[in-house]
């Protein structure tokens, strides 16, 4: 099967050069455009319809998920605060017209999933390499885009104007670049699309195609030449007007509307007032009104209604030119561009002389330097004037053009169809290497990303941060971003954390596989299962209004397993929300390669979400020894004078389970020392309320925490679920005996020294406690024999090591 | 709706020829991605119909026949503009830039939200992210409506 080529939405005859080219290097062709197939064909070049691949059972497969998604878009919408999601400070548009808008949405979701559909049967009949379009801004094409990089085809558009930044923000606007590549006109533009944020990678140079007849000897035709092929009077001026047409108004278009009505009407005015009258030119823009099923008026009937409009201003002599676009430069004078636009480079390659009018000051890549004049509605007439009495300044000004048009045509050559070609030959050719290159002696650049939804102080906070410095002192060149979707074109790498909040990890994890570049992943997938259904049932048994014979059966019921609370149990697969373990399936899918802080977590997330294959390496959490090893218990007893304790350092949560603690210690007579934030007021009410002799001391400093664990005569932590809890790595280099919770990865860090318990278990907590409380410090040999083992085996920089071991191997995969 | 009444007693000569439209015989102004279309209410027969606004050069220009009757209503630049200009009642560009940000910001939001996120997929794709542009102009348009109900006249 021959290689092939998706021409898609490519329907300028000027690109037939550029497609015949790319057939006769061994591409097979598929086109969506009937006229260029027939010229093709027409030219013996064998050429595949789109609309062969658009089967008639996929509109089956349309309806039956448009089906499915109105519904459930339906039942999403019913949630107010899904509804928060069309709100903003101009109020929400619900009410009124979200009707209308959700129409015209699931219109547009139809028509993108007839596109990937269609799309997934030519995969399958073909040897697709590359998609070429166009155009990528609609929503068709955009699907496409996103459906050509989930089967790894590349996606190059071809560049149909000279972008540049628009006042307002408009949303899905071409600034960011949408299809892998970009093929654009000249390095000016390159400059702009990278100024603006995109990777320079992408940006590839070739000029422009649809210009290349400009610079055929043939088309520099004489101006009297030209005025006589046109049948314009040899003796009076001719001026040419490019306006600008209004694609589709929403308010910023409706401005640039009542824009487009001022400028004709100041290029009549000043018609109007010259004498000799010139003559006038005016060519509409190719796409204007092109949508047939809309229109109600011929194109004659158009003429017809603007050449009566501009009768009554006086302005007999117009000629409205959809063709001859080259006859018609050659012949003017004088051409009027409205604002900025792709049709002066045009000008410049044809050596026309030339008037852009705009209100405002010119910001993009055309200024007055390069050899244009500049006009606004009031002295329109007087720099018209000025250039027509005066040919010597016309010359002058166009003898500017030569220096600046290389960088926006490339090279000013004529050739681009050529480069056009070999940059489509390069990025179809298997043995191509189509993604962008890093310098082998330029700094790696890693992004660390995290969001700002969760506690950005929290313990998965700290690894982040405690891994990008280890990993600066590599030598690598890290940046920390806790923004949803940060820029990341200078990066290499880039390295996701946390799991939780599921929605927004998720979120962010999609935005960076449009990226294109390696993601390395720091789940922290702790497995809530239990801690979910534990979470319920302690709200449940501790409820205020709950009778104490009540709690005491609900307790026991807890701890035999048997407790039911809102249908969920103990041994279930619970989601810590709604389709949780679906989202981290997708998750898995997105990213490279896991950091995982134990073979359990690895464990416990393949079983979870039942994918068997996961690229990972235990990454184990370091911890910063020093501060522990040399404290000393005074600071903590003169701050709070408290002595003989059980300490317990954690955020105070169900998860971390104090509440079975203080359970476990009733009746025992151990005071209890808490320290850690809290999220859960509640929570913590219930622990203040049932405990016996508890201190909550709230978030302290890393040197109370310090002297705290000197102090204890152990340290507690029953989770239901943990990644690497850095508070027992903290208590063993303090020399603190643990006692811990038998199921995450205590096992894998701390082997047989701890005193492990059943967090589900107050008898087994307490049993647990009351030996470490009395025996747990009788041998300082082997805590301090485990504070040694901890301290060298878990740092940081060997977290970084093995890091950036994963980040090289990534990009060496790619 | 109006009511057929006309087309009784016109002919077809009649209807060749097309009245001007004044501001008065406008009653809507709507805009997506395709254009502008223009509700009228016919002078003759009083139906109201929708048209997309045909230009030339970027001028409104042309003349629209009225479904129900057949009458021909022409459309001039300056009426044009003296009605959307209620429509867009913004005097000041920041203004109107200010409102298209803030409905470039829902049009690239609004299918992030994680209960419709997850609606919003086929074969791996986001179906949301393509729809930006297009429907930015409904939500434009609908901010814009919003805006004229809470501050008439604004």
């Avoid at chain 1, 809309?294 to 009768?311: F, G, P, T």
């Avoid at chain 1, 600046?404 to 050529?418: F, V």
């Avoid at chain 2, 919003?120 to 179906?127: A, E, M, S």
Wanted: contains cysteine; aromatic residues 8%; negative net charge.
């Amino acid at each position: 099967m021959k290689p092939s080529i998706l021409f898609f939405d490519v329907g300028n005859p000027g690109y037939l050069p550029v497609i015949r080219d790319v057939s006769s290097r061994g591409f097979d062709l598929i086109l969506t455009e009937p006229r260029l197939i027939r010229a093709l064909v027409g030219d013996g070049i064998a050429a595949a319809s789109w609309d062969s691949f658009v089967r008639p059972e996929t509109h089956v497969t349309v309806q039956r998920e448009m089906t499915r998604i109105s519904n459930d878009l339906a039942d999403a919408l019913s949630d107010p605060d899904a509804q928060t999601a069309f709100s903003g400070r101009f109020g929400s548009f619900l009410p009124h017209t979200g009707q209308a808008f959700f129409n015209h949405a699931m219109e547009l979701i139809a028509n993108e999933i007839l596109i990937i559909e269609s799309f997934e049967t030519l995969i399958q009949a073909t040897d697709l390499k590359l998609v070429v379009f166009g155009c990528d801004n609609n929503h068709v094409q955009r699907a496409l885009v996103a459906a050509a990089r989930q089967h790894g085809v590349p996606t190059l558009q071809m560049a149909h104007g000279i972008y540049y930044q628009r006042s307002a923000d408009i949303a899905g606007e071409t600034s960011r670049l949408y299809s892998d590549y970009i093929a654009v006109y000249g390095e000016t533009p390159k400059q702009l699309y990278i100024a603006l944020g995109n990777d320079a990678d992408r940006v590839l140079v070739t000029g422009a195609p649809l210009w290349d007849s400009f610079y055929d000897p043939a088309n520099r035709i004489e101006q009297d030449d030209a005025r006589a092929r046109l049948g314009l009077d040899p003796s009076r001026p001719v001026l040419m007007s490019f306006p600008s047409y209004n694609e589709g108004v929403h308010a910023h278009h409706a401005i640039e509307s009542f824009r487009n009505i001022e400028v004709q009407e100041s290029i009549l005015h000043a018609v109007a007032s010259m004498h000799p009258q010139p003559q006038l030119l005016v060519r509409p823009h190719p796409l204007e009104n092109h949508n047939p099923d809309l229109r109600s008026n011929s194109d004659q009937a158009l003429e017809d209604a603007y050449l009566d409009w501009a009768r009554s201003f006086g302005v007999s002599d117009v000629r409205i030119l959809r063709d001859q676009k080259i006859e018609a430069i050659r012949a003017a004078d004088i051409a009027i561009v409205e604002e900025e636009s792709t049709v002066i480079p045009e000008l410049m390659i044809l050596d026309t002389s030339m008037v852009v009018i705009t209100p405002l000051p010119m910001t993009g890549p055309y200024t007055e330097e390069i050899g244009i004049s500049v006009a606004n509605d009031q002295n329109l007439a007087s720099t018209l004037r000025d250039l027509l009495e005066n040919p010597a300044h016309r010359a002058e000004l166009r003898a500017r053009y030569p220096e600046s048009l290389p960088r926006l045509n490339h090279l000013n050559d004529g050739r681009a169809s050529e480069r056009m070609v070999e940059a489509i030959v390069k990025l179809a050719s298997p043995q191509s290497d189509t993604r962008p290159t890093r310098n082998a002696n330029t700094k790696l650049r890693a992004l660390l990303a995290y969001r700002s939804d969760v506690d950005v102080d929290g313990g998965a906070a700290a690894v982040m941060k405690e891994t990008a410095k280890a990993l600066q002192a590599l030598d690598i060149d890290v940046d920390l971003s806790f923004e949803m979707r940060p820029p990341t074109e200078r990066y290499d790498i880039l390295h996701a954390f946390n799991i939780w909040q599921p929605s927004t990890a998720l979120e962010q994890l999609r935005y960076f596989q449009d990226q294109k570049k390696p993601i390395v992943w720091n789940p922290f997938y702790l497995h809530w299962c239990e801690s979910h259904w534990a979470n319920l049932a302690v709200r449940a048994i501790y409820d205020p209004q709950r009778s104490e014979g009540e709690r005491k059966e609900y307790l026991i019921a807890f701890t035999n397993g048997s407790l039911i609370v809102n249908d969920t149990t103990k041994f279930h697969p619970n989601e810590a929300v709604p389709g949780f373990h679906e989202q981290l399936r997708e998750m898995l899918e997105i990213v490279d390669h896991s950091c995982v802080t134990s073979t359990r977590e690895i464990q416990e997330l393949a079983k979870i979400t039942n994918v068997p294959r996961i690229p990972f390496t235990v990454t184990p959490h370091g911890v910063d020894a020093a501060p522990f090893r040399s404290a000393t218990p005074d600071l903590f007893h003169q701050k709070f004078g408290i002595e003989n304790f059980l300490l317990c350092v954690a955020a105070v949560d169900a998860r971390k389970n104090q509440i079975m603690l203080v359970e476990a210690l009733k009746g025992t007579g151990i005071p209890l020392v808490l320290i850690g934030p809290c999220f859960e007021p509640d929570y913590l009410e219930f622990c203040t309320k049932h405990g016996e002799n508890l201190h909550y001391l709230g978030r302290q400093p890393k040197e109370v925490v310090a002297s705290a664990l000197k102090a204890a005569r152990a340290h507690a932590l029953p989770s239901y679920a943990e990644g690497a809890a850095l508070a027992n790595l903290e208590a063993a280099v303090a020399e603190c005996p643990m006692i811990v919770s038998n199921r995450s990865s205590e096992f894998e860090y701390f082997g047989s020294a701890p005193y492990y318990c059943d967090p589900t278990s107050p008898a087994s907590i307490q049993a647990a406690a009351k030996v470490a409380y009395q025996h747990g410090r009788e041998n300082p040999a082997e805590l301090a024999a485990l504070s040694a083992r901890i301290e060298s085996t878990y740092t940081w920089s060997h977290a970084a090591e093995l890091t950036l071991k994963i980040y090289r191997r990534e990009l060496e995969i790619r | 709706m109006g009511v057929n009444a006309y087309a009784a007693h016109c002919t077809a000569d009649d209807r060749n020829v097309a009245y001007p439209i004044h501001t008065h015989d406008i009653v809507d102004v709507r805009g997506d991605i395709r254009g502008t279309h223009i509700s009228y209410r016919c002078r003759s027969c009083q139906h109201v119909f929708e048209s997309y606004r045909e230009t030339l050069a970027g001028v409104s220009c042309g003349s629209y026949p009225c479904p129900s009757c057949g009458e021909r209503a022409e459309l001039s630049p300056r009426v044009f503009v003296e009605f959307a200009s209620q429509c867009f009642p913004y005097s000041d560009l920041g203004n109107l830039v200010d409102l298209t940000n803030e409905a470039s910001r829902i049009a690239r939001e609004w299918y992030r939200h994680p209960k419709i996120a997850a609606v919003l997929r086929h074969r791996g794709v986001d179906l949301g992210e393509p729809t930006e542009r297009e429907l930015l102009s409904f939500v434009s348009d609908g901010l814009l409506r919003e805006r004229r109900r809470a501050k008439p006249g604004s």
